[in-house]
């Protein structure tokens, strides 16, 4: 169930059942600020936890999320002498509308001999059950005082309650008495528990784990009897109450409740994957928790709904708003924002849009304390960071000959700091800027087709305005290696740079910028006019400083792994013409006999079909679009190596190593991968097909829109740590396969057999498997969730172990001879499963569908099948020893001959719908 608030209110929710019937209670906190005398405001739902709840003596709960039968008030703090000239005891007095109710305060008294001394003088006092009447032995109080001795000034003595009634006094030597208190009364006490109903079989057998069925609902209501309005049903909101002596410095603390209604929605699951119309719960104020020493009050709103389900799993979502009285909303706009808010792209900037959900006139100051994250160690060291960073480019920008100030803006005044107040802003700068980015893009279509609808009346081919760059950046590379030369990409006199020049270096086919004789520009004439001085001096001199120099040629790594990550991103490198090829193959032939590195060489293009080479070395080499078929390739080094659009079918490479190189794109047919490492590699869009990869590790590999068909994992091969994206696995063979925190995100599994296999900690996400088969694999810590659907695919004989199949379709499944422990199948479809002779012991099956399904000779032993669809499954001779069948569909088609039943657990049986 997702639950929808806004941020100042505390929204609790609770299914339980009583007489037959389910319910979904809800529990809503308002904490009203009533320092400003008919103003109240609505403060931040973490200041009921932080500032509130340790005033209450409520022993962390303030509520059992459970219906009021009749409205209180409570009343939670301290009393205080501060307004009175005797300081050993004080009237304090609560008056809320009718009622009203007064109480004693003393201070400490002991009782020594036959006499009690005289009260303590006190500042304050605690208003808790602890200082009331009662006693270890008492049951109604246990935790109170009065009956038994304590320590107290060296020797064991009787301490009096300091909290007494104005006319029930406590007497000397009193064993049996009355507590009194304005807090709450905690619900294991004989007052309240035995409210609770009386124990039957027929409850057990209908009913469990519902309320029974002769339950008082009064059991619910904290308050004493005398803080209730019997004759109500909420709170008398707007009514004026008062209370004496609970506030340091005001005698009579006074004010009225505030008109504010609490107001829930919730929705439900739908037929055929609809959005169902939102249903409203009825909201009541039931309860007022004063606490006069901070002047606030919290108010908390009961309601409940019937639901279907016993948990309320037929609950999709809970939504809660609360309005003054007189600016009500209509249904309408609740179902607007609920819809907003269940979006993910909307809805988490929506969380501090309060005003949507509450009446924005009450809202108050969100006390988040967001002043302190700009104190912390983390935030002083990236400003400080930040600074530094900021202080050696301006340096940088010295060493070059310019002015930074010139460059680098200014920043005039402090920082904006944005806080919670900022995020509705936000999300409505963000729903503006989706309307302004959605009408630029039809705007753009617009005139994309307005153009090519000319050039097509011109009868000319639309121009290519989506061409990118191509192959390495070969030349830019060797003029970073010589960065003396830099120079002639300027011009001497005013240091502009010749883009045409520096466009052809980085391999674009046109241009970077129109090119131009930069002496028939206005900025030349302005500049010589500004400086003339300067014609015929050298202004590229700065080019040729060593500092300079080594910073350029720093940058080689850098672009040289630019072009790794994006080779596959560019244009197609073309191939070397027949020439080019036949010298570079030369090159590296002559090279590899002669023993030398292969290292950093551009072969991009070139064809090296039908080779052989041991102990190569090729890494960080240029092999994009190159020809390295029907070759072999012994313990051969390919790392940083780009082999993007690679040609290497039929090749076979054997403890070769590959890490952190990029094979995208590149064409994979019939290659051996024997004891191969890729570590880091980057491959992208690439297509093996009928290859056999013989051992080896895949590790921290992020694979991406890969396909595999009709290939072969053998031998141990080991993926570690990466990530299937879009995958798709065809008719393929993984035998003993190590797979260790992988994941399957979107793809597709099809024909595929898992022999042997080793899964551990992994997941498969939104991902398809169709016929495929895990014999007698290893499965452990592994998710099958979230969308993905598993059709007729078979576990048989594997080993699966705290695994996750919640929620996930996978009808005809075969789990026969499997072993299943502490799994998850709760809410999956196992219709016409084949659980046969399995051991899946201690796995939950809770409201899962197992119609048609054959568990015939398993040990299911400790399983909870509860609410799970049983009809027409075979639990034949099954071993149903302590498993849980609490409200599940059973009827005469369930099979359960020759089933070990002992202590199998059949209620609550499901009650038969009723029309």
Excluded at 689 to 702: A, L, N, T
Excluded at 756 to 780: E, K, P, W, Y
Excluded at 880 to 904: C, H, Q, W
Aim: charged share 25%; with cysteine.
């Amino acid at each position: 169930m997702k639950t929808i608030k806004p941020f100042r209110l505390t929204s609790l929710h609770r299914p339980y059942s009583w007489r037959k019937r389910n319910f979904l209670s809800v529990a809503i906190y308002a904490l009203a600020d009533l320092r400003e005398p008919g103003n109240p405001k609505l403060l931040s739902d973490m200041e009921v936890w932080r500032e509130v709840m340790p005033e209450l003596d409520c022993d962390g709960v303030i509520d059992h999320i459970l219906p009021k039968t009749v409205p209180e008030f409570l009343v939670g703090g301290h009393a205080y002498t501060s307004h009175q000239d005797d300081k050993t005891k004080v009237m304090v007095r609560a008056q809320v509308g009718e009622l009203e109710k007064e109480l004693v305060v003393f201070g400490d008294r002991y009782l020594i001999g036959d006499r009690p001394t005289d009260p303590v003088p006190f500042d304050s006092m605690p208003m808790t059950w602890s200082r009331a009447f009662g006693g270890p032995n008492f049951p109604e109080n246990p935790g109170g005082t009065g009956i038994e001795p304590v320590d107290a000034h060296g020797q064991k003595l009787v301490r009096y309650p300091n909290i007494e009634h104005g006319i029930d006094r406590y007497q000397r030597g009193q064993r049996n008495g009355t507590p009194y208190s304005f807090g709450p009364v905690n619900m294991m006490l004989p007052r309240r528990f035995g409210m609770m109903g009386t124990y039957s079989e027929r409850w057990k057998k209908e009913e469990f784990p519902g309320f029974f069925p002769d339950m008082n609902p009064l059991i619910f209501n904290a308050a004493e009897p005398d803080q209730r309005w019997p004759d109500r049903s909420e709170l008398p909101l707007g009514e004026a109450f008062s209370i004496w002596n609970m506030h340091p410095t005001i005698p009579c603390w006074e004010g009225k409740l505030p008109k504010w209604h609490a107001r829930a929605f919730i929705r439900r699951k739908a037929a055929d994957g609809e959005v169902s119309p939102i249903d409203e719960v009825d909201m009541r104020a039931t309860t007022a928790w004063f606490v006069p020493h901070q002047e606030r009050v919290l108010l908390i709103y009961h309601g409940n709904i019937e639901v279907q389900e016993d948990d309320a799993s037929d609950v999709l979502s809970l939504m809660s708003a609360l309005e003054a009285q007189g600016a009500e909303r209509s249904p309408e706009h609740y179902a607007q924002i609920m819809r907003l808010r269940e979006d993910p792209e909307t809805g988490g900037v929506r969380v501090m849009c309060d005003d949507e959900l509450i009446t924005e006139a009450i809202l108050g100051a969100v006390n988040m304390d967001t002043d302190a994250v700009f104190q912390t160690p983390t935030w002083v060291k990236s400003q400080l960071y930040k600074h530094k960073v900021i202080a050696e480019r301006r340096q940088e920008l010295v060493d070059c000959g310019q002015n930074p100030d010139e460059i680098v803006p200014d920043l005039h005044g402090p920082e904006r700091r944005y806080g919670p107040g900022d995020l509705p802003e936000l999300a409505r700068d963000m729903a503006r800027h989706k309307e302004e980015s959605q009408k630029l893009k039809e705007d753009l279509e617009r005139q994309s087709a307005e153009l090519k609808a000319h050039y097509e009346k011109q009868g000319v081919p639309m121009p290519d305005t989506d061409s990118r760059p191509s192959g390495p950046p070969t030349q830019l590379l060797a003029l970073l290696a010589q960065p003396e030369m830099l120079g002639s990409l300027m011009n001497p006199t005013t240091a502009d740079v010749d883009f045409t020049l520096l466009g052809k270096l980085m391999g674009q086919a046109e241009p970077l910028a129109p090119s131009q004789d930069y002496k028939q520009t206005p900025q030349y004439a302005a500049f010589i006019k500004d400086n003339p001085e300067l014609p015929g001096k050298d202004a590229t001199a700065w080019t040729r400083e060593p500092a300079f120099q080594r910073q350029m040629r720093s940058m080689k790594p850098l672009l040289h792994k630019s072009y790794l990550y994006s080779a596959h991103w560019q244009d197609a490198a073309l191939k070397l013409d027949t020439e080019q090829n036949r010298m570079m193959r030369a090159l590296v032939m002559e090279k590899h006999q002669r023993g030398e590195s292969l290292s950093e060489l551009d072969l991009t293009g070139c064809a090296l079909p039908g080779l052989n080479f041991d102990n190569a070395d090729f890494s960080r080499s240029f092999l994009e679009n190159s020809d390295l078929s029907d070759s072999t390739f012994q313990s051969c080094h390919f790392t940083e190596c780009v082999l993007a659009r690679a040609d290497l079918s039929n090749s076979k490479f054997v403890n070769c190593t590959f890490d952190k190189a990029n094979l995208s794109l590149a064409k994979l047919y019939n290659v051996c991968f024997e004891n191969c490492s890729f570590k880091e590699s980057t491959i992208e869009n690439t297509d093996f097909e009928q290859c056999v990869i013989q051992g080896g590790v895949f590790d921290s590999v992020m694979p991406h829109k890969i396909r595999l068909l009709k290939c072969r994992l053998l031998g141990g091969a080991h993926l570690r740590m990466s990530i299937f994206n879009e995958a798709e696995l065809t008719d393929c063979r993984l035998e003993e396969v190590r797979f260790e925190k992988v994941s399957f995100q979107n793809a597709r599994l099809t024909d595929s057999v898992f022999e042997s296999a080793n899964l551990d900690g992994g997941s498969f996400f939104i991902t398809t498997m169709s016929n495929v088969f895990f014999h007698r694999c290893q499965i452990s810590n592994t998710a099958f969730v979230h969308q993905t659907e598993l059709d007729a695919c078979s576990f048989e004989g594997s080993s699966l172990t705290q695994c996750n199949f919640r929620e996930t379709p996978m009808q005809s499944v075969n789990f026969e001879n499997a072993r299943i422990e502490l799994c998850d199948f709760s809410l999956a479809d196992l219709s016409h499963a084949n659980l046969r002779q399995a051991r899946a012991t201690h796995t939950q099956y809770t409201r899962a569908t197992l119609v048609h399904s054959d568990l015939s000779k398993a040990n299911l032993m400790g399983s909870d099948f509860k609410a799970a669809d049983l009809r027409h499954a075979d639990l034949s001779v099954a071993n149903l020893f302590r498993a849980n069948f609490a409200l599940g569909k059973m009827d005469d088609s369930t099979a359960l001959d020759g089933a070990y039943k002992k202590e199998v657990n059949l209620y609550p049986l499901r009650q038969a719908k009723t029309s």
